[in-house]
């Protein structure tokens, strides 16, 4: 299938839920094609110990977005590469923008079937699916897939992982946003985007100053981040 852009997500990771947010207007508006594939934030750090790297909670966050990968992995083999996109955005919205008041969930939750079964429901798929959460038949698909995204960046990164214009095309860890930007500011950033990724040569852009990301489940009144200003340092809108 030929694509736009291959996106690499952990269903956990708030950032890559927000950025997949932005990839999802622009897509609409520029009739991208998007081929969402799978990284695990769980496989990747196999080798570290959670206890002392991690604070509490991680490791059962991370463990819950494989059982979830599992499940989109079989969602893939038996409905289609088109159907993981319908299953990510009903994951990522009862997972990132439902309010933790209204339903608090710990780590493990967020990767039980009591979450997961009404989400299939949602995405148009047989609940038999989360049958996956608890088996290992797809972990060397997402392993395999996890290290091809890998191989695209190296190693020192975490999701998302976008590779533009696949097979020949850029790809890097990021672009990582905080908060999502409005329908008409969505392609600006996205153009920016594109033109360092256009150019070979471009490594790597980073500051590790960040807020936390604009979203329900941090408490976050995401009402009042959209009536904010547009960006520029944070709140203005960029100037060409």
């Known amino acids: 299938m030929q694509v736009d852009l291959h996106f690499y997500f952990d269903p956990v ?13 622009v897509a609409a508006q520029r009739d991208y094609k998007v081929d969402w594939r799978f990284i695990s ?14 604070p509490p909670e991680y490791e059962a966050g991370h ?20 159907a993981v996109a319908p299953l990510y955005e009903a994951i990522g919205t009862r997972l990132f923008d439902t309010s ?41 698909e997402i392993r395999a897939e996890t290290e091809e995204a890998l191989s695209l960046t190296g190693r020192d990164v975490g ?5 533009f214009n696949p097979p020949e ?7 990582v946003i905080s908060r999502l930007p409005s329908a008409e500011d969505a392609g600006r950033l996205w153009d920016h985007v594109i033109g360092l990724a256009e150019f070979g040569g471009f490594a790597e852009l980073k500051r590790s100053l960040r807020e936390r990301p604009q979203l329900a ?8 981040v959209g009536k904010q200003e547009d ?9 060409k």
């Open 169 to 175: 095309g850029t790809a890097f860890f990021g672009p």
């Open 159 to 163: 999701t998302p992982i976008l590779h």
């Open 217 to 224: 489940s941090f408490g976050v009144d995401t009402e009042s």
């Open 100 to 140: 933790r008041e209204i339903d608090p969930l710990s780590g493990a939750d967020q990767g039980s079937r009591r979450v997961l079964e009404p989400l299939l429901r949602q995405a148009g798929l047989p609940v038999e699916l989360a049958d996956a959460l608890d088996g290992t038949s797809y972990d060397d």
């Open 231 to 239: 960006w520029h340092g944070g709140s203005r809108r960029l100037k």
């Open 41 to 54: 934030l769980r496989i990747l750090n196999a080798h570290i110990d959670y206890d002392s790297h991690f």
């Open 13 to 25: 990771c708030p950032f890559a839920w927000m950025t997949s947010k932005w990839v999802r207007i």
């Open 63 to 82: 463990t819950a977005g494989l059982r979830l990968l599992r499940v989109a992995a079989r969602t893939r083999a038996e409905h289609g590469r088109e």
